[in-house]
């Protein structure tokens, strides 16, 4: 029908009673082509009670709240009608292009791979780059003149971010006549000390109020080779931190690190942070360590990594008291082996959600006297959703991990659930500190520990960003000896405030004990790894 006749069809149909599956299409359609969408609404919904497994329905459904500017509701309804039809290619484009508006990248290939697009003509960087060209070139599983499938771009994506000179990796296609896309590549390349010299300072001087600073160079001579250090001379826990880490091979798929971690601490053992909290036990703890780990970025949906570390501990200073055992002492040099795989469960970018998964082996012996040997194993669940169809405002996260050891293991190698700059595994309202020293917050050699929050934009201006993120934090550790550990679960709240100054991290942390009541006051900014850190023990 010629578009002027649209309404005319639509008043003789309006007229028809006890109209059929067919004629409540048309007349749906009818509506549709004349404008008036939410009568079209109404007469495709009757029409799809009749016919529910029509895909017709569903699909022109869709097109009404496109033509709403409804992108949320049309997704919705195209995703119906490619439950009874998957291979539907109106739908799977249309669904496709949907997504391709929203900026949701991910979930457009994930359609649009159905019926063979999109399709790339040239693939470039929206600005001058000085990383190597045949590097970043091998960086990417996709290519110009062909197809860009959804397996391409997220290996490509998660070998840029391995790179470590790429904070994000952000991919745009620009639209082209004939259907054809050029593949625009938004990198913030790190360089050198910074791009500027108030990046240098900050990012070199984030941790100046607590006596740390994080001197750092990347990109040496455009190799993505990397050179980072932490240097601590707080005199209650002395550090010193070196790698330095590059593409093995100039092959982007591995990257090999080595590094070494020293470390001077002193230790007081309590059972809180603040209070009346007798000494349980206390210690110098020296430790060195070199360390060599190479990564394997297989794909983008799963990849390993495997390293050794040798090092030496002793003690000095020694209050055994109630929690330091002779058999937890252990001094002398250590051979660990450590092996990890990721893998991404599960990815539904229509939906923007995901759900990975990791878990570590380490086997270790340690030659004191008599020497001995240990195992520890770890696993971890990662959950994260973007509730909102495109942006970030609101970003929510859940992380569980659970641990357990065989074997002797030395007082160094020990698990920690508390806040701490050496330690991953945070309960945000048990500080690992107190008076400057650690061990106030509780050790063993098994926990399980769930950390949930909800991340809100409150600002940003492209220099700055501020967010707001209230969480709950709950956990367990335990230990054979009974004085170490946690005799009960532990229940934190509170909120964090995340800022982001010229890419460098700062977080304020307010958090409250749901079971004592103690409130905690945390700040830190950002946190280097040592050389083969996995959240694997205390003097990791």
């Known amino acids: 029908a010629s578009e002027n006749r649209w309404p005319e069809i639509a008043r003789k149909l309006e007229t028809v009673s006890g109209k059929d599956a067919d004629l409540e299409f048309y007349y749906g359609s009818a509506l549709a082509q004349s404008g008036r969408f939410d009568d079209a609404r109404q007469a495709l919904l009757a029409g799809r009670r009749l016919a529910p497994g029509d895909k017709r329905f569903p699909v022109e459904l869709a097109g009404v709240a496109f033509k709403q500017k409804d992108y949320r509701g049309a997704s919705a309804w195209m995703r119906r009608a490619l439950h009874i039809d998957a291979a539907d290619e109106y739908a799977n484009d249309f669904l496709g292009t949907i997504y391709f508006l929203e900026d949701n990248l991910e979930a457009a290939l994930k359609y649009w791979n159905r019926v063979g697009k999109p399709y790339i003509e040239t693939v470039q960087a929206d600005h001058p ?26 290996t490509s994506r998660a070998r840029l971010e391995g790179l470590e000179i790429f904070p994000a990796a952000h991919v745009q296609l620009a639209a082209k006549p004939e259907g054809k896309f050029d593949a625009i590549l938004n ?27 994080y001197p750092a160079y990347h990109n040496i001579d455009g190799d993505a080779l990397n050179v980072a250090s932490l240097l601590r001379w707080d005199a209650q826990k002395r550090r010193a931190v070196v790698t330095l880490s590059a593409p093995l091979r100039n092959n982007p798929k591995w990257r ?45 949906r799963w990849g390993w990594s495997a390293g050794a570390e040798f ?44 759900v990975n998964t990791e878990a570590s082996f380490q086997v270790a012996r340690i030659w004191s006297q008599p020497a001995h040997a240990f195992v520890k194993l770890q696993g971890a669940i990662d959950t994260k959703w ?13 992380r569980i991990r659970a641990a357990d050891t065989s074997g002797q ?59 707001l993120s209230p969480f709950v934090d709950t956990g367990k550790i ?63």
């Open 129 to 154: 780059l000085r990383v190597r060209p045949a590097l970043f070139d091998r960086a990417l599983a996709f290519s110009p003149a062909s197809e860009m499938r959804l397996p391409d771009f997220e």
């Open 187 to 213: 990198l913030q390349e790190r360089n050198g000390w910074g791009s500027n010299v108030w990046e240098a300072l900050i990012s070199t001087f984030s941790g100046i109020a607590y006596q740390t600073t």
């Open 311 to 354: 090092s030496h501990r002793d003690y000095r200073s020694v209050v055994t008291g109630s929690a330091l055992s002779p058999q937890l002492l252990l001094t002398g040099l250590q051979l660990k082996q450590t092996t990890q795989i990721h893998y991404a469960l599960l990815r539904t970018p229509e939906h923007r959600l995901s």
């Open 256 to 300: 090999y690190r080595v590094g070494v971690d020293l470390r001077n601490e002193n230790w007081n053992i309590r059972s809180s942070f603040v209070g009346p909290a007798p000494l349980l036990g206390a210690l110098n703890l020296r430790r060195e360590a070199g360390g060599a780990r190479i990564d394997s970025f297989n794909s983008g």
């Open 409 to 467: 293991l030395p007082f160094d190698e020990l698990y920690m659930l508390g806040i701490e700059r050496d330690n991953d595994l945070w309960m945000r309202a048990h500080v690992g500190t107190r008076d400057g020293r650690k061990g106030s917050a509780p050790l063993g050699r098994r926990y399980f520990l769930a950390n949930h929050e909800v991340d809100k934009n409150v600002y940003s201006n492209g220099l700055l960003t501020v967010k």
């Open 386 to 398: 973007l509730p909102q169809a495109r942006g970030d405002d609101y970003f929510v996260q859940s």
């Open 478 to 540: 335990t230990d054979p000896s009974g004085t170490l550990g946690a005799r009960t679960w532990l229940w934190d709240t509170g909120v964090q405030t995340k800022v982001r100054v010229l890419g460098v991290g700062v977080s304020f942390v307010y958090g409250k004990d749901l079971r004592t009541g103690n409130n905690a006051y945390y700040f830190t900014a950002g946190r280097l790894s040592g050389p083969t850190q996995n959240g694997s023990g205390i003097g990791d």
